[in-house]
């Protein structure tokens, strides 16, 4: 795995007039990134579904003095392609571009051995996890190829062994996806990158781990902050890697 320069740290302003959209914006790493960004002087597209928690978000940014964001409420277990294409034309007349996009949305399921496995699981951790990214990413692809620099992030996670189900195959899935996309974009403006952030204290590795010895002194997402600002600033050079946040010590 990859990691960021030794010699990368992110100034007040490293992010500024940058416009960056985060999917599932106020769950632990969306809203650690979103907070981070706008810090950092990016406008933040903060797309969620709960929309007691994305205003909640929004306050704290505006209330930080941070740089305005915006709130796209979206339920991604049930958007259509028309919802998509909808979102599209409705930043495209709002900002006119993207500089970044981050998927951070994420559905564990249910893990379970294969043969037991249960259909509508199936269905709805792929429709968040997989299908959801092909969608918004095919949308916004004229946004991020309006950028003169923009940078496309996919959170991946490779949980070894059985018993993932559909959360594993969709993840595997996701994974391949950035591949692709990286190989087609190869030399242009926009580079395309995985993030598998391990061992992280978020609702989802509870909800995987709830009798782990370990969850409380696990790393937060917010101490990978400097991964994300690295992967949305102009220092970024890599594409078609998979990044690892340093572990601390």
């Known amino acids: 795995m990859t990691q960021i320069p030794d010699t990368?740290?992110?100034?007040?302003?490293?992010?500024?007039?940058?416009?960056i959209l985060v999917t599932g914006a106020t769950g632990g790493f969306g809203k650690a990134i979103s907070l981070a960004c706008a810090k950092h002087g990016a406008s933040?597209?903060?797309?969620?579904?709960n929309l007691r928690l994305v205003e909640a978000l929004y306050d704290e940014i505006e209330q930080a003095g941070y740089p305005k964001p915006a709130i796209y409420p979206m339920d991604l277990q049930g958007a259509t392609e028309h919802d998509y294409q909808q979102l599209e034309q409705n930043?495209?007349?709002?900002?006119?571009h993207l500089d970044g996009l981050v998927h951070c949305a994420a559905?564990?399921?249910?893990?379970?051995?294969f043969e037991?496995?249960?259909?509508?699981?199936?269905?709805?951790?792929?429709?968040?996890?997989l299908h959801a990214a092909y969608l918004l990413t095919r949308s916004v692809m004229p946004l991020l190829k309006a950028s003169s620099r923009a940078s496309l992030v996919f959170m991946s996670d490779d949980k070894?062994?059985?018993?993932?189900?559909?959360?594993?195959?969709?993840?595997?899935?996701?994974?391949?996806?950035?591949?692709?996309?990286?190989?087609?974009?190869?030399?242009?403006?926009?580079?395309?990158?995985s993030v598998?952030?391990?061992k992280t204290r978020t609702a989802l590795q509870i909800l995987a781990?709830?009798?782990?010895?370990?969850n409380d002194s696990l790393p937060l997402p917010e101490d990978h902050a400097q991964l994300f600002l690295y992967l949305m600033s102009d220092e970024l050079q890599e594409n078609g890697k998979i990044f690892s946040p340093r572990r601390m010590s």
Do not use: C
Request: no cysteine; aromatic share 10%; net charge negative.
């Open 8 to 19: 990368f740290s992110a100034d007040a302003e490293v992010l500024k007039g940058k416009i």
């Open 44 to 49: 933040v597209i903060l797309l969620a579904r």
């Open 91 to 96: 930043l495209e007349k709002e900002f006119g």
């Open 107 to 113: 559905l564990l399921g249910t893990p379970t051995p």
């Open 116 to 129: 037991h496995s249960d259909t509508e699981t199936w269905y709805r951790v792929h429709q968040v996890n």
């Open 160 to 193: 070894p062994g059985a018993y993932w189900d559909a959360y594993s195959v969709s993840k595997q899935g996701l994974a391949a996806m950035a591949q692709l996309l990286a190989s087609e974009f190869e030399g242009s403006s926009i580079r395309v990158n």
């Open 196 to 198: 598998n952030p391990g």
């Open 209 to 214: 781990f709830p009798a782990a010895d370990d």
